[in-house]
């Protein structure tokens, strides 16, 4: 069947969440909501691309937005903020003609390169002379309908243990319920980004995934409080047969607890209990072994993300982070003050899409 191309307003249209839902690799982040939160906190333009056949049915799509940064380059990015965001492709030929789409933005836009970031890679559906880097990891776990089962699997000593500690610990686990729950998570995560040294993501973020997402229960908050003080927190996404860890942040003078290992097994426990089919530890730098090893020990299955660029990648973004100058901004970010980490994020963290 014949097929042509249509950019989609995803938010108005109501066939582009019709085909998320029904396509096995769709997303949360392919879906209309995430394209309002990105839109509302960031002001990038969206460029929605699918090829749509003769009886007016989407067959094939894939979803920009448009990053204008002399920052960190001019480019169309699929997408913004994700993990990943495979094409909803199934052959070169869609490829083509939404790629071809793309382009013809290149006169009135001016941009350096496109990048797409993938996780089911099948290099057939993709020209040759795409940049390819896997600099990212994402973990996988299969669930069961019985969480104590799921349980017995993870990591004798290095994950059961703390999670029987973390039981036994002086803390308490409470789901967030309003903004106010929302505000203390912001607050450890200001102190978290700094502790690793990068910006965060700036606070009317949150308020935007909460808004779109939390009503909707496709947002869940988990906080763990140690004598009425919020000590850790994870957000997660909720999504057709899915749950992902998104963001997480803790108070580094009270991990002796096992705050995240408590976080993480009621994530699982809640997701087995509620149908979930998959569990999403989220994508880690193929540099942080530490943290890749403790994924691992909860039973994943790990997998490559990568990241396509067409011609090449320009700016800030070809910093190495085992650079001198990515270090020497880690160590800046390390030691600013809260608010300045938090005036940092806003100012920074749209150039980094």
Same mark, same amino acid.
């Given at each position: 069947?014949?097929?042509?191309?249509?950019? &989609?307003?995803?938010?108005?249209?109501?066939?582009?969440?019709?085909?998320?839902?029904?396509?096995?690799?769709?997303?949360?982040?392919?879906?209309?909501?995430?394209?309002?939160?990105?839109? $509302?906190?960031?002001?990038?333009?969206?460029?929605?691309?699918?090829?749509?056949?003769?009886?007016? #049915?989407?067959?094939?799509?894939?979803?920009?937005?448009?990053?204008?940064?002399?920052?960190?380059?001019?480019?169309?990015?699929?997408?913004?903020?994700?993990?990943?965001?495979?094409?909803?492709?199934?052959?070169?030929?869609?490829? @083509? /003609?939404?790629?071809?789409?793309?382009?013809?933005? /290149?006169?009135?836009?001016?941009?350096?390169? &496109?990048?797409?970031?993938?996780? #089911?890679?099948?290099?057939?559906?993709?020209?040759?002379?795409?940049?390819?880097?896997?600099?990212?990891?994402?973990?996988?776990? #299969?669930?069961?309908?019985?969480?104590?089962?799921?349980?017995?699997?993870?990591?004798?000593?290095?994950?059961?243990?703390?999670?029987?500690?973390?039981?036994?610990?002086?803390?308490?686990?409470?789901?967030?319920?309003?903004?106010?729950?929302?505000?203390?998570?912001?607050? $450890?995560?200001?102190?978290?980004?700094?502790?690793?040294?990068?910006?965060?993501?700036?606070?009317?973020?949150?308020?935007? $995934?909460?808004?779109?997402?939390?009503?909707?229960?496709?947002?869940? $908050?988990?906080?763990?409080?140690?004598?009425?003080?919020? &000590?850790?927190?994870?957000?997660?996404?909720?999504?057709?047969?899915?749950?992902?860890?998104?963001?997480?942040?803790?108070?580094?003078?009270?991990?002796?607890?096992?705050?995240?290992?408590?976080?993480?097994?009621?994530?699982?426990?809640?997701?087995? @209990?509620?149908?979930?089919?998959?569990?999403? *530890?989220?994508?880690?730098?193929?540099?942080?072994?530490?943290?890749?090893?403790?994924? #691992?020990?909860?039973?994943?299955?790990? *997998?490559? &993300?990568?990241?396509?660029?067409?011609?090449?990648?320009?700016?800030?973004?070809?910093?190495?982070?085992?650079?001198?100058?990515?270090?020497?901004?880690?160590?800046?970010?390390?030691?600013?003050?809260?608010?300045?980490?938090?005036?940092?994020?806003?100012?920074?963290?749209?150039?980094?899409?």
């Amino acid at each position: 069947m014949d097929f042509h191309i249509e950019k &989609i307003n995803a938010i108005k249209d109501d066939r582009w969440d019709k085909y998320i839902m029904q396509h096995p690799l769709g997303t949360i982040y392919h879906h209309s909501c995430w394209q309002d939160i990105i839109r $509302l906190t960031y002001g990038y333009e969206p460029f929605y691309f699918a090829c749509v056949d003769d009886n007016a #049915n989407i067959r094939a799509c894939i979803p920009f937005f448009y990053v204008g940064s002399r920052l960190t380059g001019k480019r169309f990015v699929s997408l913004p903020f994700t993990h990943f965001c495979d094409p909803l492709i199934s052959s070169y030929s869609e490829f @083509e /003609q939404i790629f071809n789409a793309i382009q013809n933005q /290149q006169i009135s836009r001016q941009f350096s390169f &496109i990048e797409l970031r993938i996780m #089911n890679l099948n290099t057939t559906y993709y020209p040759p002379d795409f940049k390819i880097q896997k600099l990212f990891k994402i973990h996988i776990l #299969n669930l069961n309908k019985d969480p104590e089962i799921l349980r017995a699997t993870f990591h004798k000593n290095h994950i059961q243990r703390g999670i029987k500690k973390a039981e036994k610990s002086d803390i308490n686990l409470k789901k967030g319920i309003d903004i106010k729950d929302l505000k203390e998570f912001y607050k $450890l995560q200001l102190r978290t980004r700094r502790k690793h040294g990068v910006p965060p993501q700036p606070y009317s973020f949150f308020v935007n $995934l909460w808004k779109e997402l939390y009503p909707e229960n496709r947002m869940d $908050l988990l906080l763990v409080e140690h004598r009425h003080k919020t &000590i850790a927190g994870i957000i997660l996404l909720k999504f057709k047969n899915r749950v992902c860890y998104q963001y997480g942040a803790s108070d580094e003078n009270y991990l002796q607890y096992r705050p995240n290992h408590l976080l993480m097994w009621h994530a699982i426990k809640n997701a087995c @209990e509620e149908g979930f089919e998959y569990f999403d *530890f989220g994508k880690s730098s193929i540099e942080n072994t530490g943290l890749i090893e403790f994924k #691992n020990r909860w039973g994943t299955e790990e *997998f490559d &993300i990568a990241h396509l660029y067409y011609p090449d990648i320009h700016g800030m973004q070809t910093i190495s982070r085992k650079s001198i100058k990515y270090k020497f901004t880690n160590l800046i970010w390390g030691n600013a003050p809260l608010a300045l980490t938090e005036l940092g994020g806003k100012l920074l963290y749209k150039h980094l899409g």
